[in-house]
């Protein structure tokens, strides 16, 4: 039987009064897990099956359109069958990446309505600064509050080494040591995942992530494969993204492992991710120094004086091409779009030109 309502889902005031544009004949739903086609929701009914309405794409032609795990829906209850989502209730945040190479679609949508966002990093040769920043910049333009969690400490022999290049990578982030055989860092942990809120946990494969969902539910619910010895990862068991309600009442996010995280918009995440830069660089001579060979260089002055690290500054470089490329690329993609309304205008004025008067 089950006895968790809509609103043990996170299902607020605000979403209700928003839903009451729609009508009363939907019920709101929360998307649990997403498949090949079809979505696992959670209603005042319990867990069923849902998938998208026969003409929603047809009116929601946008990739962020498409409802993800933790996103809030209005659906067309059918009891025993397949309910029809019908409406996409607006977002708090929404997490994502650049779709692999080997994908059609421009983007991927992680996950919706998130409160934190948990980056997973085991201590060995995986850990890799230039991919947490990634990750972070993501986070910070979503919305979304970020933790850095180092798994497998008891496997490590130089945690402080790894404290210090994770804070170099994540300046005022919080970080917590982590290990399940130990559970060093669990209680930490723990009460951060408190009722109401929802979190997910984002890294690569073989970082511990299976581990440490399970030693968080207290049960098993994800199967752990052992990492490779080769180079210190694993393959991720994890086939479909899910939210996971746990003991607690929070909500959790998990997604197949992400080798690669490539951003689609970096927007001020950039500039939060590397705000230390940010910073100095509002002390340059120049407003639009590159940080190169220009004279009166905060950064590089803090460079030549030990106190920024020379690394950094090309991790911030490469994701300020990255923004730049798309802020050209919406450039370009809006200046198409007013070309064409315009040549329309002129098109539509020539014709009253021309019009004599008379219908033939």
Do not use: W
């Not at 992530?209 to 990862?233: C, F, H, P, W, Y």
């Not at 030990?306 to 200046?335: A, M, S």
């Amino acid at each position: 039987m089950n006895n968790l309502k809509i609103t043990d889902y996170g299902y607020t005031d605000q979403l209700k009064e928003q839903a009451l544009q729609y009508g009363e004949s939907l019920i709101p739903a929360r998307i649990t897990a997403v498949f090949q086609g079809m979505y696992e929701i959670a209603t005042d009914y319990g867990i069923s099956k849902a998938k998208l309405k026969g003409n929603y794409i047809l009116n929601n032609p946008s990739e962020e359109m498409i409802p993800t795990v933790g996103d809030f829906v209005l659906v067309d209850y059918q009891e025993g069958s397949i309910s029809p989502i019908h409406y996409l209730l607006p977002r708090s945040s929404i997490l994502a990446r650049k779709a692999p190479t080997d994908n059609k679609k421009n983007s991927q949508l992680i996950g919706a309505n998130i409160d934190y966002a948990f980056i997973v990093t085991s201590m060995n040769k995986d850990f890799s600064a230039g991919r947490i920043e990634r990750y972070l910049t993501a986070i910070y333009q979503a919305g979304i509050t970020p933790i850095l969690l180092l798994s497998k400490s008891d496997l490590a022999d130089n945690i402080n080494e790894y404290l210090a290049m994770a804070g170099d990578a994540a300046p005022g982030v919080d970080v917590i040591c982590n290990s399940t055989v130990t559970m060093e860092g669990m209680k930490e942990l723990s009460e951060m995942l408190v009722k109401g809120k929802t979190v997910i946990f984002i890294g690569s494969s073989g970082v511990g992530k299976s581990s440490l969902l399970n030693a968080v539910a207290g049960t098993e619910i994800m199967q752990v494969n052992d990492i490779r010895e080769d180079d210190a990862r694993g393959r991720h068991t994890t086939t479909h993204r899910q939210l996971l309600m746990l003991d607690s009442g929070c909500m959790l996010i998990d997604t197949p492992g992400m080798r690669e995280f490539s951003l689609i918009e970096t927007g001020s995440g950039v500039d939060e991710t590397f705000s230390d830069i940010h910073e100095l660089a509002q002390q340059c001579h120049f407003s639009d120094c590159s940080h190169g060979k220009e004279i009166k260089c905060a950064v590089k002055n803090a460079i030549d004086e030990g106190r920024l690290d020379p690394k950094r500054l090309i991790q911030y470089n490469k994701q300020k091409k990255v923004e730049e490329f798309y802020e050209k690329k919406d450039y370009l993609k809006n200046k198409e779009k007013t070309m064409k309304k315009y040549f329309e205008i002129g098109r539509e004025a020539r014709k009253r030109k021309n019009y004599d008067g008379y219908d033939y």
